[in-house]
Nanobody, 124 residues
Framework: QVQLVESGGGLVQAGDSLRLSCLAS????????MGWFRQAPGKEREFVAY????????LYGDSVKGRFTISRDNARNTVYLQMNSLKPEDTAVYYC?????????????????WGQGTQVTVSS
C-alpha cells in the first residue's frame, strides 16, 4: 500500500507554468506506475498523464499533450507534473494515483491509492 500527497497547486495566469508534486510514503513506490488526473466542478475525472515504473514510458491526455510533462524520481518517492502554457480550461483539482490493475492506462478505475488533490486555478 502507498499513501500519496499532492502539492504545488495555486492560482496563476494563462500562459504561466506550475509544477505539481506527488510524494508517496512507503517503500513500494518504485513498483507502481503512476498517473495524474484532474476534475473540474461538475465534470468527470479526466486522465492527464501516466508514467511507467522507471520513467521512459509515458502517456498524455489529448488536451495536455505538448504542454504537460510527467516525470518521477524513485529515490525521492515523488512523481511530478510540469505544466506549461496553462489555460483557463486547465482549472481543476489535480490528483495523483497508483496504477494497480491491468486495464486502460487512461481509466481512473484502474488506479488506487488516490491523494487528496491540489487545486490549480488559471485565470484569463
Amino acid at each position: 500500500q502507498v499513501q500519496l500527497v499532492e502539492s504545488g497547486g495555486g492560482l496563476v495566469q494563462a500562459g504561466d507554468s506550475l509544477r505539481l508534486s506527488c510524494l508517496a510514503s512507503g517503500r513500494t513506490f518504485s513498483t507502481y506506475a503512476m498517473g495524474w488526473f484532474r476534475q473540474a466542478p461538475g465534470k468527470e475525472r479526466e486522465f492527464v498523464a501516466y508514467i511507467g515504473l522507471s520513467g521512459p514510458s509515458t502517456l498524455y491526455g489529448d488536451s495536455v499533450k505538448g504542454r504537460f510533462t510527467i516525470s518521477r524520481d524513485n529515490a525521492r518517492n515523488t512523481v511530478y507534473l510540469q505544466m506549461n502554457s496553462l489555460k483557463p480550461e486547465d482549472t481543476a483539482v489535480y490528483y495523483c494515483a497508483a496504477y494497480t490493475r491491468s486495464g486502460s492506462l487512461r481509466a481512473a478505475r484502474e488506479y488506487d491509492y488516490w491523494g487528496q488533490g491540489t487545486q490549480v486555478t488559471v485565470s484569463s
